[in-house]
C-alpha cells in the first residue's frame, strides 16, 4: 500500500522561500507521476505541479510557473517542491499525490495528509 507523508511546511513571509518534502513507501516510486496538489480555506484543490515518472516532463499552474520547483529522487523515493517568492495567495494546505500519468490531473488517487503553508504579507 502506497503511502506518501508530507513535510517541510510552515510560516513564512511574502517573499521567502520554503521547500516541500513527499516520501513515498509501499510501491516501486519510479512507476509514478507524482504531484503537488493545494486548497486554500473556501476553495476548491488544484493543482500546483505535476512530474512524469522519469523526472524530465512537469506541468505547472499558470500561478507558480517560475517561482516554484518540483523534482524527485528515485534513489530516495522522494519528490520536492521549491516554492520562491511566496505570495499571500499561496497560502493553502499542500498535498502530495501520486498517480499514474504526468500530465493528467485526474489520474492521481493516492494523497498524502498534507503541509500547512502559511504566507503572512
Known amino acids: 500500500q502506497v503511502q506518501l507523508v508530507e513535510s517541510g511546511g510552515g510560516l513564512v513571509q511574502a517573499g521567502g522561500s520554503l521547500r516541500l518534502s513527499c516520501a513515498f513507501s509501499?510501491?516501486?516510486?519510479?512507476?509514478?507521476?507524482m504531484g503537488w496538489f493545494r486548497q486554500a480555506p473556501g476553495k476548491k484543490r488544484e493543482s500546483v505541479v505535476r512530474?512524469?515518472?522519469?523526472?524530465?516532463?512537469?506541468f505547472y499552474a499558470d500561478s507558480v510557473r517560475g517561482r516554484f520547483t518540483i523534482s524527485r529522487d528515485n534513489a530516495k523515493n522522494t519528490v520536492y517542491l521549491r516554492m520562491n517568492s511566496l505570495k499571500s495567495e499561496d497560502t493553502a494546505v499542500y498535498y502530495c499525490?501520486?498517480?499514474?500519468?504526468?500530465?493528467?490531473?485526474?489520474?492521481?488517487?493516492?494523497w498524502g495528509q498534507g503541509t500547512q503553508v502559511t504566507v503572512s504579507s
Open positions: 499525490a501520486a498517480g499514474t500519468t504526468g500530465w493528467d490531473p485526474n489520474t492521481y488517487n493516492i
Open positions: 509501499g510501491h516501486t516510486f519510479s512507476t509514478y507521476a
Open positions: 512530474i512524469n515518472q522519469s523526472g524530465d516532463s512537469a
